[in-house]
């Protein structure tokens, strides 16, 4: 069967770092995704991984082992407003469509 | 003006009554796509067109279908609502690695 397995929630303060696991079970691999959901809104784009490695966009930073079918997204610095659910997504084709994981609430706290 | 727009932003109808929700979109992009959200879970995808002439049935296409009008325009049709139909629905287009998401229809079936 197809999966994404992620934590459903994390709590940490207001400057500390988080790291967001997700391992993927699926029938196709094209690349890794996160994006950002505050509650009741659009979900938004923070990155994409299709090679293994490391890549840094200011405070957040995503990793991608495709020999591991894993992957995690860094939050450094936390702010309140990174208070928000985090959902990894797998692009399982060429025309990008993709499978998203159940989500991880991060909740920071002052 | 927002990219991607949708129409009703909350609706609640009752069950067994046809429903339609509307998606535009300015960003030009060939690709859009349907999800539904409930609770505590992630994206489900439930119809995605690559062009107007190309539509597909995603992981939870049952009870609903959904109309290409244009390039810009994608509608998901309830034929028949029930109950454990309500959620929230996002519509989506992409043109590569990133898609970009309405701001959602919150249905309610009683």
């Known amino acids: 069967g197809q999966s994404l397995e992620q934590p459903s929630e994390v709590t940490a303060v207001e400057g500390a770092i988080v790291q967001i696991n997700c391992t993927y079970q699926?029938?196709?691999?094209?690349?890794l995704s996160w994006y950002q959901q505050h509650d009741g809104g659009a979900p938004t784009f923070l990155s994409y991984?299709?090679?293994?490695g490391l890549e840094e966009t200011g405070r957040f930073s995503s990793f991608l082992s495709r020999s591991d079918s894993y992957g995690y997204l860094l939050l450094q610095e936390l702010q309140m407003k990174d208070s928000a659910s985090y959902f990894c997504?797998?692009?399982?084709?060429?025309?990008?469509?993709?499978?998203f994981g159940a989500g991880t609430q991060v909740v920071v706290t002052p | 003006d927002a990219d991607v727009t949708q129409t009703p932003r909350n609706r609640i109808t009752k069950t067994g009554k046809r429903i339609m929700l509307e998606c535009s979109q300015t960003?030009?992009?060939?690709?859009m796509y349907w999800y539904r959200q409930d609770p505590g879970l992630g994206l489900q995808l439930i119809y995605y067109?690559?062009?107007?002439?190309?539509?597909n049935k995603g992981e939870i296409s049952d009870g609903y279908s959904v109309s290409r009008q244009a390039q810009a325009k994608f509608s998901l049709s309830l034929e028949s609502a029930i109950p454990n139909q309500t959620a929230l629905y996002f519509c989506?287009?992409?043109?590569?690695?990133?898609?970009?998401f309405g701001p959602g229809t919150r249905l309610t079936v009683t």
């Open positions: 991984n299709a090679l293994d």
């Open positions: 989506a287009t992409s043109s590569g690695n990133e898609q970009y």
């Open positions: 997504a797998v692009r399982t084709d060429s025309w990008g469509k993709l499978q």
């Open positions: 699926t029938s196709g691999f094209y690349g």
């Open positions: 067109s690559f062009d107007v002439k190309d539509i």
């Open positions: 960003k030009g992009h060939d690709r």
